[in-house]
């Protein structure tokens, strides 16, 4: 059984930094790719970052040059770092950690954490 769990989280002004951290327990593929989305109220869920285990990075549009993506591949965690935060970051956070065999496809999601920059 995988697990995913998020922590660091919380309140934040306008201009301010905050990082976020996933850990991943249970039997995971060593090839896998992990990342953040988040979702406001009455959007949809968006890509807000995603690296591979071979270290290739995607962020959204909206984050770009801003949020910086990390792992620590021995603790199977992943960070986000999160600066020049906006209000329109407000939104909770989902870590994602997927990848997939010839037989399977294996996608798992960590229960979600709060961010909230207020202006």
């Known amino acids: 059984q995988v697990q995913l769990v998020e922590s660091g989280g919380g309140l934040v002004q306008a201009g301010g930094s905050l990082r976020v951290s996933c850990a991943a327990s249970?039997?995971?593929?060593?090839?896998?790719?992990m990342g953040w989305y988040r979702q406001a109220p009455g959007k949809q869920r968006e890509l807000v970052a995603a690296?591979?285990?071979?270290?290739?990075?995607n962020y959204g549009d909206s984050v770009k040059g801003r949020f910086t993506i990390s792992t620590d591949s021995a603790k199977n965690a992943v960070y986000l770092q999160m600066n020049s935060l906006k209000p329109e970051d407000t939104a909770v956070y989902y870590c994602?950690?997927?990848?997939?065999?010839?037989?399977?496809?294996?996608?798992?999601w960590g229960q979600g954490i709060q961010v909230t920059v207020s202006s």
């Open positions: 994602d950690l997927k990848w997939e065999t010839i037989v399977r496809k294996f996608d798992y």
């Open positions: 249970g039997s995971i593929s060593s090839s896998n790719a």
């Open positions: 690296i591979t285990s071979g270290g290739t990075t």
